[in-house]
């Protein structure tokens, strides 16, 4: 491996995060932060971007607290933010079962399901703020399950082994981000918030080296506008539609992130992406996203295939019990279905890989409900997960309740993100990050139920004191939009738009997405060597070429163009995929997402390097890429063999 396609830049030092007891650096930070005082707030103007649970409630809480919030998506409305596709439930440390969980056992199982390749500091907090969530959304009318007595109902999630994740139904990211939405409406029917759908964050502002505003495209006429703030908050999500096929919307991308980052924001951990088990498997070429079902379904359903190569074509029901392989309850008795997504995804592969997978093409495994049905009666297993079975059947034609579910792995959220400080500050004074655009809290591996967490938990209860603490250092100068850099940010836009309606080639835009995801599941997928890795960064560079001289964009930018939208974001996606490789390619370790052929057990578990790769990888923009590491140090959770047998 040579390291050509990096350079090595200035350690990571300062991630303002207080020391000393871990217990009490939340508290001790919020009072040690700065105030504005309420007279105050309202001569202040914080742009946010994207609708979803973390920037929803980000918005809806800096409003109610008296600050002016412009809130932008490209939705035609913030109901439609992909959080509303979240369906299994939201951890809590609410220790409802009296079951033995905690704070820190939520912290500990957070640190340890991420391969301890995530900071303390962010993750406690994050276990600690959890047990306000839920009150905050009850009082919201959030309709979670309950128990016959009237108490919040909890299950289980992959990763843990207790019962602290709280759901309704299989919708339980619709029914929060709804909360969130109606405490939005209220802030914008009291003026405190202007809310603009159907506009695209295209560029990010930079004035005296501060975050000032953004550039957006109005994506019904095209016009192109300027909007200028104290303070710039991203929320725009994951990017995980790099791969093309994805559990992600198709709207989903990486613009908003990768603009910022071209601009001066560190880009930390792109390498970190989550193939999640319990996908419904690619049905054809024709496809352009695929259909997640919630890891709940893992409570109650057996995963299995058979145990002989020569079964996997009859039917399910024709296979005998002694005839199946259970092989996560095999493989892993201590937590059996239920372990962590990477672990149970890397399962599925090896045996699919071995010749044993049913379905088209050999790439599916069965996820069985014969026996919770049997136990608990079929009303049930309904009550607990009928909508989830309903999709399914509409989506495959097949019934749940009489044959086993067929699931594949997918690529589905994505860990890494904007480097983000202890504040939810990027490396650009004045942009703050929060919700899966960041990379604060989940390492190597999210635990399911825990994007909802974090979302929740930046937006309602980190972001509103660390921004008060940058705002309260102010008043900052207002801009004119005659301003030169403001003027130089629209003039980029402009140029870009431009030269994608001009180059007038003869290759889809769709049909580059498809090559480049392609590449990446190849080779930056759910295995990855350095052979294959370096394989991938020339042929995303060849690929990157023929884009800029190839695509074909028809259409004008004074319209709605969702040609010209997609080529911007595949554009980006193109950037973003070389270094998410060149991430993968340094990173000579396996860790939770990240699984390096070269780096494995005797028995094929995910072998780390604590000696040589204990840090976060953040890299700076540039042709050839900069990496500055941020040392992960452990006091409270010492890294260990990352066992769940």
């Known amino acids: 491996m040579t390291e050509s396609f990096w350079t090595e830049g200035d350690p990571i030092a300062d991630t303002a995060a207080p020391d000393g007891p871990i217990e009490t650096r939340w508290e001790r930070r919020k009072f040690s932060a700065k105030l504005v005082n309420p007279a105050n707030r309202r001569k202040l103007t914080v742009i946010v971007v994207g609708t979803g649970l973390a920037g929803g409630s980000a918005a809806a809480t800096l409003a109610e607290a008296g600050y002016k919030v412009r809130s932008y998506c490209y939705q035609d409305s913030p109901r439609r933010a992909h959080s509303i596709a979240a369906q299994g439930g939201i951890n809590a440390a609410k220790n409802y079962r009296n079951d033995g969980d905690s704070i820190h056992r939520l912290f500990y199982d957070t640190v340890k399901g991420g391969d301890f390749r995530a900071r303390e500091s962010n993750v ?316 604060s809290d989940h390492g190597a591996n999210r635990l399911g139920a825990s994007a909802l967490m974090q979302g929740l938990a930046d937006g309602y209860f980190v972001l509103p004191h660390t921004l008060a603490n940058y705002l309260a250092s102010g008043p900052y100068e207002k801009i004119s939009p005659d301003h030169e850099e403001v003027v130089a940010a629209r003039t980029q836009v402009e140029e870009r738009i431009q030269k994608l309606l001009s180059i007038n080639g003869d290759r889809t835009v769709d049909s580059f997405h498809r090559e480049l995801g392609h590449i990446m599941w190849e080779y930056c997928g759910m295995e990855r060597t350095e052979e294959g890795l370096t394989k991938a960064i020339g042929l995303i560079r060849g690929l990157r070429e023929e884009f800029w001289t190839r695509v074909k964009v028809p259409g004008t930018g004074e319209q709605l163009n969702q040609n010209l939208e997609k080529a911007g974001r595949v554009a980006d996606f193109l950037e973003l995929g070389e270094l998410m490789c060149i991430d993968a390619l340094h990173r000579a370790e396996s860790a939770g997402g990240h699984f390096r052929a070269e780096s494995q057990t005797p028995d094929g578990e995910a072998m780390r390097h604590d000696d040589e790769f204990s840090y976060v990888a953040a890299w700076g923009y540039g042709e050839t890429p900069t990496l500055h590491k941020e040392q992960l140090d452990f006091e409270y959770v010492h890294p260990s063999t990352r066992s769940y047998k």
């Open 124 to 439: 406690y907090r994050l276990a600690q703020v959890s047990v306000n969530i839920i009150d905050q959304c009850v009082a919201q009318g959030v309709p979670f399950a309950r128990e016959y007595g009237g108490l919040l109902d909890n299950r289980s999630f992959g990763g843990t082994q207790v019962s602290r994740t709280f759901y309704a139904r299989g919708q339980t990211g619709q029914q929060l981000l709804l909360g969130a939405y109606q405490a939005m409406e209220r802030q914008i029917g009291l003026g405190n918030i202007e809310m603009f759908a159907r506009h695209e964050m295209l560029e990010l502002v930079i004035v005296d080296g501060k975050a000032r505003g953004i550039v957006v495209r109005d994506m019904v006429t095209g016009e192109i506008t300027t909007d200028l703030a104290d303070a710039v908050v991203l929320a725009s999500g994951g990017y995980g539609n790099v791969f093309f096929l994805s559990t992600n919307a198709k709207g989903c991308n990486v613009t908003a992130s990768w603009r910022a980052h071209r601009k001066g924001a560190l880009f930390a951990n792109p390498c970190y992406t989550q193939i999640h088990p319990t996908c419904i498997p690619e049905s054809g070429s024709h496809q352009s996203k695929l259909t997640l079902m919630s890891e709940s379904l893992r409570n109650d359903g057996r995963v299995w295939v058979p145990k002989r190569r020569e079964d996997c074509g009859k039917p399910a029901g024709d296979i005998a019990e002694a005839d199946r392989d259970y092989y996560l309850e095999r493989i892993y008795p201590s937590f059996g279905n239920l372990v962590p997504r990477d672990i149970a995804s890397r399962a599925a592969k090896n045996v699919c890989d071995e010749g044993r997978g049913v379905g088209p093409g050999g790439l599916g495994v069965y996820l069985d409900f014969a026996d919770a049905i049997a136990r608990l009666g079929r009303d049930a297993v309904e009550a607990k997960y009928g909508n989830l079975f309903e999709m399914y059947q509409r989506i495959t034609g097949e019934d749940p309740y009489e044959t086993p579910m067929r699931i594949y792995p997918a690529v589905h959220y994505t860990m890494g993100g904007l480097w983000v400080d202890y504040d939810l500050q990027s490396t650009i004074p004045g942009l703050f990050v929060v919700g899966e655009a960041n990379f």
